[in-house]
């Protein structure tokens, strides 16, 4: 009998060596790989991905303007994530926990090298949310690029990353009362949005934001009769490329695992950008007789906008139609805002990442299902959580957030209007921010 329970001691013994997962608070060096891999693939995303991406589509006076814009917002939203906004989005806010975090850990307070967040060390954690808070405002950049002087835009970028960016990141990945949450046997203890990769956290706060501050700075000098052509394609492409590939550290990193579900958002994630690009191409070739190089490359960021929010729920099938669907209602969705609207949102941050956030986190409560053949998901959304269920905590998710965002983007603008300005002059404007606000020049002539 003793030898029998040595032996029963010692097999629990070996299980317990050879299957780390099976211990409580044990690091998984596997998804810490992966993890710290999908950190750099998202700050790829912001420099020098959607920095070039931008650039490119500005013109040649306003070039470095833009590059210096996503590189201070990288730099300032750094600090300001590790004083306060981690903690605001991460920690537990006591009485108003539902809303907004505490600041338990302001400065990584209790943060070590020995701290973790489920199998990750906490520090990795914290650093990859980091790069969702840098990529999320200067998203925005793109609605006032050319036209909005850099202070006020630099203390519009760290101010909204406080108020908005990390009340909302908590409401949906920080214990809010948007989250969709299971407890550890898997059953269902909260039925919230579903928002796998920042669908509502980031293309939706950036998008409304974008299109509220282009109605309070007003359109550029001499839009809809001046042609502002994007000065450089090629550089736009080749910031296209750098999003595409960075986003797969954007999706699959939200696994937080290296598994499964992250292979799967990765090639959903691919699918989409595929279809979306594909989808807008064709609407332009059918219109102007054309295919346009800047039709195709905007076409892949609405299908990795779109996606985003689904990305860890639904299957390839779904995957396609979300994409092809992204292209087309983005499309359309951009020929509103500009030409019947007439709202210069200089690089189409609304329609493209804003339209594309919502189009998202609506789809996914119908192909989250398990039960429909081809294009079925995960089964997030199956016989005990009906898609009409699911679409009403959705809808409540996106519209929360766009009058959350719209009213705090708002009230922020007008304030640094008020005390700084945020526009710069019109003789400013005429020789470009490149040579007026930063003393250099993209090109010489």
């Known amino acids: 009998m003793p030898f029998r329970r040595f032996k029963s001691v010692l097999a629990f013994l070996l299980v317990l060596l050879l299957s780390p997962s099976l211990l409580a608070d044990e690091l998984n060096s596997a998804n810490t790989a992966w993890i710290l891999t999908s950190t750099a693939l998202v700050l790829f995303m912001t420099i020098p991905g959607l920095s070039l991406f931008y650039a490119g589509l500005v013109r040649s006076k306003n070039t470095l303007s833009v590059l210096m814009q996503c590189f201070a917002i990288c730099c300032g939203a750094s600090i300001v994530w590790f004083a306060v906004g981690y903690s605001l989005a991460f920690s537990d806010g006591g009485s108003v926990n539902s809303f907004v975090g505490g600041l338990s850990k302001a400065f990584f307070a209790g943060i070590n090298e020995d701290t973790l967040s489920g199998d990750l060390p906490e520090t990795l954690f914290a650093m990859f949310q980091m790069t969702f808070a840098i990529i999320t405002p200067a998203l925005i950049v793109g609605a006032f690029a050319e036209r909005a002087k850099f202070s006020s835009m630099f203390l519009f970028s760290m101010l909204w990353l406080i108020l908005v960016y990390a009340p909302v990141c908590h409401w949906v990945w920080g214990g809010g009362w948007l ?153 359309y969705a951009t020929q509103i805002i500009k030409n019947k609207l007439k709202i210069d949102d200089s690089l189409d941050v609304f329609p493209v990442h804003g339209v594309g956030g919502i189009l998202g986190t609506i789809l996914v409560a119908f192909f989250a299902s398990d039960a429909i053949g081809l294009f079925s998901g995960q089964g997030y959304v199956s016989a005990g959580v009906g898609a009409g269920s699911q679409l009403f905590v959705q809808l409540k998710g996106i519209v929360s957030t766009v009058v959350y965002t719209a009213v705090i983007s708002w009230v922020l603008l007008k304030v640094i209007d008020k005390l700084m300005g945020l526009r710069v002059t019109e003789e400013q404007e005429i020789e470009g921010l490149d040579v007026a606000l930063h003393g250099e020049r993209a090109y010489e002539n």
């Open 179 to 331: 989250g969709h949450e299971f407890d550890e046997a898997g059953n269902l203890i909260n039925l919230g949005a579903l928002d796998f990769a920042g669908g509502i956290v980031v293309h939706i706060t950036a998008g409304v934001a974008a299109l509220v501050a282009a109605l309070v700075i007003g359109n550029r000098k001499g839009y809809g009769k001046t042609p502002m052509p994007p000065h450089s394609l090629p550089m736009t492409v080749t910031g296209a490329g750098m999003l595409w590939v960075g986003w797969f550290g954007f999706n699959a990193g939200s696994a937080l695992a290296a598994n499964g579900d992250a292979a799967m958002a990765m090639l959903v994630t691919h699918i989409s950008a595929a279809a979306g690009s594909l989808a807008w191409m064709t609407i332009e070739w059918i219109r102007y007789g054309k295919p346009s190089v800047l039709g195709i490359v905007t076409g892949m960021v609405a299908g990795l906008g779109t996606i985003t929010p689904a990305s860890g729920f639904v299957g390839p099938g779904g995957a396609l139609i979300i994409g092809l669907s992204a292209g087309i209602v983005c499309y």
